[in-house]
């Protein structure tokens, strides 16, 4: 989709520094972070959302794992990080492909905003 977002932060046209990447997957700094990690989980092929990925157990589970080495890769996993899938306006899904947001590094709220 070429006038996605995160589409095009995948295909490489434009400049990211990835902290992880597959053949299905990448991972990059949100450019508003809400603590000291705060990674977007991103699958490379466009899909709007995790209601429209439900169907894709193979990429959601490729998702998953990329979010687990990611929070492991910087140093949350032990700690303790909030993965975060908002789906729809009222969840305030700013950018309509499906990302996961990895936060982590700091002491988290419940319930969050």
Known sequence: MTDCLF??????????????EDDDVVAF??????????ILVVPRRHVPDLTA??????????V?????????????????????????????QSVQHLHVHVIGGRQMDWPPG
Do not use: M, W
């Open 7 to 20: 589409c095009r932060i995948a295909a490489g046209e434009i400049p990211t520094d990835f902290v992880y």
């Open 29 to 38: 700094r949100d450019i508003n972070p809400q603590a000291s990690v705060h």
């Open 53 to 62: 990925a439900a169907e894709d157990s193979d990429l959601i589970g490729r």
């Open 64 to 92: 998953v794992s990329a979010v687990a080495k990611v929070a492991a890769d910087q140093g949350v996993d032990r700690s303790g990080y909030r993965s975060v899938v908002n789906t729809g306006p009222d969840a305030q």
